[in-house]
């Protein structure tokens, strides 16, 4: 019984948010723009531009995928479906222009093949080709700002390196990106290329275009005095560390794995379902509790990463969607 009405509730409330989706889109629609003289960034995008205007050579914006590929691959379809892929996403040959410090959008031309250099490695050198190809700078300005490259490992194993900066795909976009690839390199095999895809009707730039006209006026106050008010008189986090923060960011970082029990697990998803919250809802309660213990502060603030992606026009795409939001709880009481 608790199950009916806890789907039925759901149901009703993705049909709210469709209808709310589908009012916005009414107002104000994402339409494909001129592709004649100057070319929007998106607000994102802007950002980006500035922070690699300070460091030209950082490697920190690299969104980097490597796919170790098993059994018989034929590399010629390889190519030809990532030929189609770029010429498909017009964000894949996306670069930016100075214009008096700010930037523009350039799409170059679909290419008539796209380039896949090929290495043969031994299993002791794939890390460091991998970690090569992953740390290539990257010239906004000149592009191309998506690169692959395949390396031989085996009889019948490949490496396959897709890099691109993320000013133009974010982590979404990855997944966007091999999906498509895959489709498109089955359909390479089959000799009928770009026929499993339907066409995009709308681009990233479209997108932008899109922003710029809905930030404008009016609904621009409205976003500022919100996150003025939500941000008031916000506290830094007085985090205990064992080290000394650099004067400069370095972008060195590193991985920590640890694993938990499937019964834990499975409890913390019970606890979301049961309060009617989302999964990352739960998580950062305990993660702000933990925060709370060490600093002894109780108006927390914390970042996270969204997709973005508010419309269904653009989740097909690849593109620089992601927001870093802030998120502040009070732990009084």
Same mark, same amino acid.
């Given at each position: 019984m608790?199950?009916?009405?806890?789907a039925?509730r759901?149901a009703?409330l993705?049909?709210?948010?469709?209808?709310?989706?589908?009012e /916005?889109?009414g107002?104000?629609?994402?339409?494909?723009?001129?592709r004649?003289g *100057?070319?929007?960034?998106?607000?994102?995008?802007e950002g980006?531009w500035?922070?690699h205007?300070l460091?030209?050579?950082?490697?920190v914006?690299?969104v980097?995928?490597?796919v170790?590929?098993?059994?018989?691959?034929?590399v010629?379809a390889?190519r030809?479906a990532l030929?189609?892929?770029v010429?498909?996403?017009?964000?894949?040959?996306?670069?930016?222009q100075?214009?008096r410090?700010?930037?523009?959008?350039? #799409?170059d031309?679909a290419p008539?093949?796209w380039?896949?250099? !090929?290495a043969?490695?031994s299993?002791?050198q794939?890390?460091?080709?991998?970690?090569t190809?992953a740390?290539?700078?990257?010239?906004?300005?000149a592009?191309?700002l998506?690169r692959s490259?395949?390396?031989r490992v085996?009889?019948e194993a490949? !490496?396959?390196v897709?890099?691109?900066?993320? #000013?133009?795909?974010d982590?979404?976009?990855m997944?966007?990106l091999?999906?498509?690839?895959?489709?498109?390199?089955n359909a390479a #095999? /089959?000799?009928?290329?770009g026929?499993?895809?339907?066409e995009?009707?709308?681009?990233y730039v479209?997108?932008a275009?899109?922003?710029r006209?809905?930030?404008a006026?009016?609904?621009? *106050?409205?976003?500022?005095?919100?996150w003025r008010n939500a941000?008031?008189? #916000?506290?830094?986090?007085e985090?205990p560390?064992?080290r000394v923060?650099?004067?400069?960011?370095t972008g060195?970082?590193?991985m920590?794995r *640890?694993?938990f029990?499937?019964?834990?697990?499975?409890?913390v998803?019970?606890?979301a379902r049961a309060?009617?919250?989302?999964?990352?809802?739960v998580?950062l309660?305990g993660?702000?509790?933990?925060?709370n213990?060490?600093t002894?502060q109780?108006?927390?603030?914390?970042?996270t990463v969204?997709?973005?992606?508010?419309?269904?026009?653009?989740?097909?795409l !690849?593109g620089?969607?992601?927001q870093?939001?802030?998120?502040r709880?009070s732990?009084a009481?």
């Amino acid at each position: 019984m608790t199950t009916s009405i806890e789907a039925k509730r759901r149901a009703l409330l993705e049909l709210q948010l469709r209808r709310q989706h589908a009012e /916005r889109a009414g107002l104000d629609p994402l339409t494909a723009i001129p592709r004649e003289g *100057q070319l929007p960034c998106s607000y994102q995008q802007e950002g980006l531009w500035f922070v690699h205007q300070l460091d030209p050579a950082s490697v920190v914006y690299h969104v980097t995928l490597a796919v170790r590929l098993e059994g018989g691959l034929d590399v010629d379809a390889l190519r030809a479906a990532l030929t189609v892929l770029v010429a498909r996403d017009e964000s894949l040959r996306t670069r930016f222009q100075d214009d008096r410090g700010a930037p523009l959008a350039v #799409i170059d031309p679909a290419p008539r093949t796209w380039p896949m250099p !090929i290495a043969e490695l031994s299993g002791d050198q794939v890390q460091a080709w991998v970690q090569t190809q992953a740390y290539l700078p990257f010239d906004l300005r000149a592009g191309p700002l998506f690169r692959s490259s395949l390396a031989r490992v085996g009889h019948e194993a490949h !490496i396959l390196v897709l890099v691109a900066h993320h #000013i133009v795909a974010d982590g979404w976009s990855m997944s966007v990106l091999t999906r498509d690839l895959s489709e498109l390199y089955n359909a390479a #095999i /089959r000799a009928k290329p770009g026929q499993e895809l339907a066409e995009l009707t709308v681009q990233y730039v479209d997108y932008a275009a899109w922003q710029r006209r809905w930030l404008a006026g009016a609904q621009a *106050q409205q976003q500022l005095s919100y996150w003025r008010n939500a941000l008031e008189n #916000i506290q830094t986090l007085e985090f205990p560390t064992d080290r000394v923060w650099p004067a400069e960011p370095t972008g060195v970082g590193a991985m920590f794995r *640890q694993g938990f029990a499937g019964g834990l697990v499975a409890a913390v998803r019970e606890l979301a379902r049961a309060e009617q919250v989302s999964l990352l809802a739960v998580l950062l309660a305990g993660f702000l509790v933990v925060l709370n213990r060490y600093t002894g502060q109780r108006d927390l603030a914390v970042g996270t990463v969204f997709s973005g992606r508010t419309r269904t026009e653009v989740e097909p795409l !690849i593109g620089y969607f992601a927001q870093t939001l802030v998120l502040r709880t009070s732990l009084a009481g």
